[in-house]
């Protein structure tokens, strides 16, 4: 997937209530309520996208890749 917002291909993204895909790092800064960063016509609640199935799948995986990391590094 390619971020609709700034182009990256190789971060972890999730897609907006209106259909557009983008980094999840840009959401992250962003408050509780925000307006789309893409077409600014609609205000997203966050607590709301994160519950997406889409999206939420996507976040359970990234929970799980940083649950190994955090194994790695304690055993290193
Ligand atoms: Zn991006
Ligand atoms: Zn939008």
Redesign the pocket.
């Known amino acids: 997937m390619i971020c609709e917002f700034c182009g990256k291909e190789d971060s972890v993204q999730i897609v907006?209530?209106?259909?557009?895909t983008v980094c999840l790092e840009h959401v992250n800064n962003l408050g509780d309520t925000f307006q789309?960063?893409?077409?600014?016509?609609?205000v997203?609640n966050k607590q709301a996208l994160f519950n997406m199935n889409k999206n939420r799948s996507i976040l359970s995986k990234l929970q799980f890749t940083n649950y190994l990391n955090t194994v790695k590094e304690k055993c290193f």
């Open positions: 907006l209530s209106c259909g557009y789309c960063i893409i077409c600014k016509n609609h997203i």
